[in-house]
């Protein structure tokens, strides 16, 4: 589970088994968990967090978009290299 970055006690990851998906990124704090289209900066899933929580996760994403699709890339290519 690549960790692509932490703010605000927010751990934005990957799943090596998700990379055939669309973009996407996890999102976990304090024992909650999220998924969230990267492109559309859609919510897939929302395992408890509250929506002021997730209206600022999805100002993260936002702002940093391109460094999750950047690695979305690398994480692709390291498991296409094996």
Sequence with gaps: MPTVFIQKGYRFFFYAADLDEPIHVHVEKSGKN???????????????????ELNEIKRIINR??????ARWHEEQNKRDDR
Excluded: D
């Excluded at 999220?34 to 002021?52: P, Q």
């Excluded at 940093?64 to 699709?69: D, K, T």
């Design 64 to 69: 940093h978009a391109n460094e999750i699709i």
């Design 34 to 52: 999220a998924k969230f289209w990267v492109h559309s900066i859609g919510m897939a899933m929302n395992g408890g967090f509250r929506e002021h």
